[in-house]
């Protein structure tokens, strides 16, 4: 009995977090779209989710393991009941926004490359 509980609450627990990992890719991904219509609010909605979305093709995983990096800080600012949150949304906003803003710039790099001058 104890042993089958134990199980029970492994699977559990494991279910949580992956459900949470999961959560936090998905957020991770939809986030360019809320940086994008900030950016231009005369887009249609259509076109901001497009270009959202697009901002992060090829940058999906890193920026993905860039915002694990926060994990811990919004972990932090939920046991002190969103108090740190003063502290940890802008850094991780201005953070994320610089991450996006490199990748597009080495994506137009490498879309246009500028030619030698021999």
Do not use: K
């Not at 994008?36 to 259509?46: D, G, R, V």
């Not at 790099?109 to 021999?118: A, G, R």
Request: proline share 4%.
């Amino acid at each position: 009995w104890t042993a089958a509980s134990t199980a029970l609450q492994l699977g559990a627990m494991t279910e949580l977090l992956l459900a949470g990992i999961i959560t936090y890719y998905i957020h991770s991904c939809l986030l360019p779209i809320r940086y994008c219509l900030a950016s231009h609010p005369e887009y249609s909605i259509i076109m901001v989710f497009q270009r959202g979305i697009s901002s992060l093709s090829g940058f999906r995983g890193r920026f993905f393991r860039f915002r694990l990096g926060f994990l811990l800080w919004f972990l932090m600012s939920q046991l002190t009941y969103s108090a740190m949150d003063i502290f940890v949304l802008p850094y991780s906003s201005a953070s994320s926004m610089i991450f996006l803003q490199q990748a597009a710039r080495v994506r137009q790099l490498s879309e246009n490359p500028e030619p030698e001058n021999e």
